[in-house]
């Protein structure tokens, strides 16, 4: 898929940065050798100066062989005594390598393959986070996070109708979607988050999104209002080069926010389904959080599609007062 050239900039400077930030911290475990272990620093100049001499020998080409073989000695030799003084000092064999992110193309985004440039799916990787880096700019992604979720505003006593008590319910919730983030992956199933407004919804999808972000995932956030008006922009201004379009299917995981109070027309109605249903049917994770509950949610968007949704997604109820209003 193609990508803007702002979106290529972006992966490219940040596989630089990890490639910068390994090469940097093999050197200062270098330079804290040598401080240690002064021999060491002498045997590696050594090392080098004895390619050198190689290389004079080759031009000389006198006596040749002769010469090659003892500067291949004293560099064997040399070597040895490397390995042991690091070895006998605890250091492992490799500590002057750096350790790239990604070891198979040293985080250069590239690698050989039978002769070939192949693009490393590091990089293909990269490029997803910054495609959808770009996309949430305007999001409040930032805002919400898990530490600011606070259990303490929703009831600890059982509610008369459900015999639920909101607080240990919400705990149950709280600690499900830590779950999810922790140790979400490509083939993370999705979750239907149903409730109420002010109960956190939003705030713990975007507490999601945060961490998922962190490990390295492209994630987009939207809300359907935005969505449905920027798909339907799109469509009369006959604008189909907008990123977006790819990065609803291709991202590793989408949440669509407040499903079912966009403004609803036939066309929106089935543009969002058919984002939706290209995502279930290739498995790839959706948060998905609505407001309505599901007669509403039906109304609008037919029951086989409801039930398809529900019957692929982990349901959460949320519970409580309006956290607005309490906070107010
Ligand atoms: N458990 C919570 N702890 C702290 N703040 C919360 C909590 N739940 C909601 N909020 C805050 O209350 C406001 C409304 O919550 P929001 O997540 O938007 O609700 P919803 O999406 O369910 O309508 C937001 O400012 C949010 O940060
Ligand atoms: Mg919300
Ligand atoms: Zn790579």
């Known amino acids: 898929m193609g990508y803007s050239s702002n979106v290529y900039k972006a992966a490219a400077d940040r596989l630089f940065e990890r490639r910068l930030k390994a090469e940097k911290e093999a050197e200062k475990r270098r330079e804290e050798v040598y401080k240690k272990l002064p021999r060491v620093k002498e045997l590696e100049k050594e090392i080098s100066s004895v390619s050198i ?22 560099n064997l030799s040399m070597q040895n005594e490397l390995s042991e003084i690091l070895k006998s000092n605890g250091y492992p064999e490799n500590f002057f390598e750096p350790s790239y992110f990604c070891e198979k193309c040293s985080d250069t985004g590239y690698y050989d393959e039978n002769g070939k440039t192949v693009v490393c799916s590091c990089m293909k990787q990269a490029l997803v986070q910054c495609a959808c880096d770009e996309l949430n700019k305007t999001a409040p992604l930032s805002l919400s996070t898990f530490d600011s979720f606070q259990l303490d505003y929703y009831e600890k006593s059982t509610d008369i109708k459900t015999n639920i008590s909101p607080y240990n ?20 199933g999705s979750l239907f988050m149903k409730g109420k407004t002010g109960l956190g919804k939003t705030h713990l999808s975007l507490a999601i999104a945060n961490e998922v972000i962190k490990k390295g995932f492209g994630v987009i956030y939207v809300s359907a209002p935005s969505l449905a008006h920027r798909l339907e922009k799109n469509f009369f201004s006959k604008k189909d080069n907008d990123p977006i379009n790819d990065m609803l299917l291709e991202c590793d995981l989408l949440i669509v926010d407040d499903l079912g109070t966009e403004f609803h ?22 948060i998905i959080n609505t407001n309505l509950n599901l007669l509403e949610l039906e109304k609008i968007y037919s029951e086989r599609f409801v039930s398809r949704i529900m019957g692929n997604a982990e349901k959460l109820d949320f519970m409580g007062t309006d956290i607005r209003v309490i906070k107010k």
Not at 173 to 188: D, G, R
């Open 53 to 74: 001499k190689v290389a004079r020998a080759v031009l000389n080409g006198k006596d040749l062989t002769s010469q090659m073989s003892r500067l291949r000695d004293e």
């Open 169 to 188: 319910h919400m705990a149950k919730v709280l600690s499900y979607c830590k779950n999810y983030a922790e140790n979400f992956n490509k083939n993370s």
């Open 265 to 286: 027309t036939q066309f929106s109605i089935s543009e969002i389904y058919n984002i939706l249903n290209s995502r279930i049917l290739s498995l790839k994770p959706i």
